[in-house]
T-cell receptor
Framework: EAGVTQFPSHSVIEKGQTVTLRCDPI?????LYWYRRVMGKEIKFLLH????????ESGMPNNRFLAERTGGTYSTLKVQPAELEDSGVYFC??????????????FGEGSRLTVL | SQKIEQNSEALNIQEGKTATLTCNYT??????LQWYRQDPGRGPVFLLL?????KEKRKERLKVTFDTTLKQSLFHITASQPADSATYLC????????????FGRGTQLTVWP
């Protein structure tokens, strides 16, 4: 079984540019999450999809961040325009089950974003 | 304010000893608590889950306890090995917010031969 895959693994962009991160969850996992770790801080929740619906997007920092999960399969997270404070590692995770899910999260390797 | 604190940023122990990591939380009502392992440049990997009504869980050399009165979880690795060296993350799921996990900053464990 393939794990959660994320692309790109590392992206370096200038302030003001746009970046789109992609996540392919484990096949059959209805729940998909985005998390972010800024240097020196804990991993923080961004949002949660159940299939194609946003269950909880309360962790999104501001309206420069847009997440989509068309068709309930892969997801994209777009940052436009990027700011310096957006630098960090963006993790995608997926899990089985209906609704919120109750068990373990399967994480991808992360996409490291550096904004210069 | 809500906080999850892991007792130390770094823990160094000798091979064969038991490593004990602490996770304390404030102002959460956890449905359950999880422990993850993270290696450099990799994503977190799930290790154990313990529910609010459980006191202790074991898996091979791993043991986790959960005390909702003390608002604390302890994570033990017995007979530690250099391969256990990694960052260990505590995460909890609150009863009031479905889905999301709240993470501590992690404890970096180094097991030396």
């Amino acid at each position: 079984e393939a794990g959660v895959t994320q692309f790109p693994s590392h992206s370096v962009i200038e302030k003001g540019q746009t970046v789109t991160l992609r996540c392919d969850p484990i096949s059959g996992h209805d729940n998909l999450y985005w998390y972010r770790r800024v240097m020196g801080k804990e991993i923080k929740f961004l949002l949660h999809f159940v299939k194609e619906s946003k269950q909880d997007e309360s962790g999104m920092p501001n309206n420069r961040f847009l997440a989509e999960r068309t068709g309930g399969t892969y997801s994209t997270l777009k940052v436009q325009p990027a700011e310096l404070e957006d630098s960090g590692v963006y993790f995608c995770a997926s899990s089985r089950g209906q609704g919120a899910g109750t068990g373990e999260l399967f994480f991808g390797e992360g996409s490291r974003l550096t904004v210069l | 304010s809500q906080k999850i604190e892991q007792n130390s940023e770094a823990l160094n122990i000798q091979e064969g000893k038991t490593a004990t990591l602490t996770c304390n939380y404030t102002n959460y009502s956890p449905a359950y608590l999880q422990w993850y392992r993270q290696d450099p440049g990799r994503g977190p990997v799930f290790l154990l889950l313990i529910r609010e009504n459980e006191k202790e869980k074991r898996k091979e050399r791993l043991k986790v306890t959960f005390d909702t009165t003390l608002k604390q979880s302890l994570f033990h690795i017995t007979a530690s090995q250099p391969a256990d060296s990694a960052t260990y993350l505590c995460a909890l799921r609150s009863r009031s917010t479905l889905g999301r996990l709240y993470f501590g900053r992690g404890t970096q464990l180094t097991v030396w031969p």
